[in-house]
């Protein structure tokens, strides 16, 4: 994934979501904010990874600060644009439709 310049594939988006998970569990002052975020506890983690709308709350949650996104992109190779992409491809994360 390190270098890829679009996610355009759900299964990339799930990996990238999947990778953004493994940052944020490694981040000691983020992993806490994140399972207070989403209400998860350390425990339910491993069952909710191959839930397509945790994957996205995963996205969410990295998506709400620009640092995050940043020092995740740093960190994992993939260019900061790359979480965007990959919850557009999750569900809920089409263009809102405002009519």
């Known amino acids: 994934m390190a270098g890829q310049r679009t996610v355009t594939t759900r299964d990339a988006a799930e990996t990238v979501a999947l990778s953004a998970l493994a940052w944020i569990a490694a981040q000691d002052e983020v992993f806490p904010q994140f399972l207070n975020a989403t209400g998860c506890a350390p425990a339910d ?41 990959a919850r557009a491809l999750l569900p809920g994360g089409g263009d809102p439709h405002w009519t």
Do not use: H, M, Q
Request: glycine share 4%; net charge negative.
């Open 45 to 85: 983690l491993r069952d909710r990874v191959g839930d397509p709308l945790f994957l996205a709350a995963v996205l969410d949650f990295l998506l709400a600060d620009d640092a995050t996104i940043l020092a995740f992109a740093r960190t994992s190779g993939l260019p900061p644009e790359a979480p965007l992409a």
